[in-house]
């Protein structure tokens, strides 16, 4: 996998994750653990998309 692929994977898990949030919200009881775990994965996510991008941590993923 190159690393544009690699990339495009970790946006495309990050936005994914990022649906499962919103849809977590829009809950009548959202879940407080599951809320966590997401945030938790997408932050996981966003690091890695950045240590690849070389920048430090200043990726324009939000």
Known sequence: MSLKERMDSLKSKHA???????QEGLRPSPSAEEIGRLKREKLKIKD?????D?????????
Request: net charge negative; proline share 0%; glycine share 14%.
């Open 48 to 52: 890695e998309i950045a240590r690849l």
């Open 54 to 62: 070389g920048n430090g941590g200043s990726a324009t993923i939000h």
């Open 16 to 22: 994914f994750l990022d649906t499962q949030l919103h």
